[in-house]
């Protein structure tokens, strides 16, 4: 909203929705493994993704799609109340809302809650910064490795979010990454390997990355849904190029959503979906883990 010449954050306060989820389902598999988390968004996008599975909200520019009113405090205690351990910034993306989310973030930290941002993270310096310093953990899209994809499917530019990327990298902040495969639109041999370089050029090869399907909405609904042999095509090119922990998303795929130890394959976290199975991992107190075959670090936070 501009009030005399000045942008104010209208839906401070205000959210669209809340529900508790697996932290698998944001997705993260390296964050608090089997804990509960609990979502929020508020209304409105920077990005205008033509595939967007949000759009009622992210399309919203009224308080009309925004129900709940909620305080920080509110939120975070009602994280407590839940069994939550972690709570979310989602739906819409809350760099647009992030004075509300930075706020909420802080009343969780005072009381042991782990904020976390899912994020396309399309935001430049200096908020970029303050941002994710008040995050411990982040999903960031990074929705294709072309310029042109992201101008004409998204609105917005790659070099930014790559900017991103390398900055939450360099931080504390635990950092997953999620790609939305669409066939036809991002999915050649050529820019998954592109991808998968500079992944681990620029940010190493222990970054969780998530290969999702896509599925008809929004503006495209006349694109099919991305078959699961693409997405197993995906995270094999990722993993010939280095990257350590790769995995499928919205599919059914044990497999390629388990989590094993990258010297000597054991099975170390075994998810189908959200689901987990067998864990077969050890912490050590400062909450880091490794594989409980052949103690190679698994990174991540556990507990
Ligand atoms: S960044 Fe996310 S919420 Fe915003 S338009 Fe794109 S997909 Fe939708």
């Given at each position: 909203m501009n009030v005399s010449g000045q942008l104010v954050l209208?839906?401070?306060?205000?959210?669209?929705g809340f529900a508790i989820d697996p932290i698998e389902k944001k997705p993260l598999n390296h964050f608090l493994p089997g804990s509960r988390i609990l979502s929020f968004g508020t209304a409105g996008c920077n990005l205008g993704c033509k595939f967007c599975q949000n759009w009622t909200i992210s399309t919203s520019r009224h308080f009309?799609?925004?129900?709940s009113v909620a305080s920080p405090s509110d939120i975070a205690e009602a994280a407590l109340a839940h069994g939550c351990t972690a709570v979310a910034f989602t739906y819409n993306d809350p760099v647009i809302f992030a004075e509300y989310a930075i706020d909420t973030a802080a009343a969780c930290r005072e009381r042991g809650i782990r904020p976390v941002a899912v994020t396309a993270g399309y935001v430049c310096d200096p908020p970029r910064e303050e941002f994710f310093a008040a995050m411990d953990a982040t999903n960031i899209d990074l929705?294709?490795?072309?310029d042109d994809f992201y101008r004409k499917i998204?609105?917005?530019?790659?070099a930014t979010v790559l900017e991103t990327l390398e900055h939450v990298a360099a931080t504390s902040c635990h950092l997953e990454i999620t790609t939305l495969v669409i066939e036809g639109h991002n999915d050649s041999d050529t820019e998954f390997a592109t991808m998968s370089r500079w992944i681990v050029e620029h940010l190493g090869p222990d970054i969780p990355h998530h290969f999702s399907a896509f599925h008809p909405d929004?503006?495209?609904?006349?694109v099919p849904p991305t078959s699961p042999a693409t997405l197993s095509r995906a995270r094999q090119i990722a993993m010939d190029g280095g990257e350590r922990f790769v995995y499928t998303g919205n599919v059914y795929d044990p497999r390629g959503q388990s989590t094993f130890c990258p010297a000597c394959d054991h099975l170390v976290i075994e998810r189908n979906r959200y689901r987990l199975g067998r864990i077969d991992l050890s912490i050590a107190p400062d909450g880091s883990g490794s594989c409980a075959a052949c103690s190679t670090p698994i990174p991540g936070v556990f507990a």
């Open positions: 209208d839906t401070y306060g205000r959210s669209s009309d799609s925004l129900a929705k294709g490795f072309t998204t609105g917005g530019r790659l929004h503006r495209m609904r006349d």
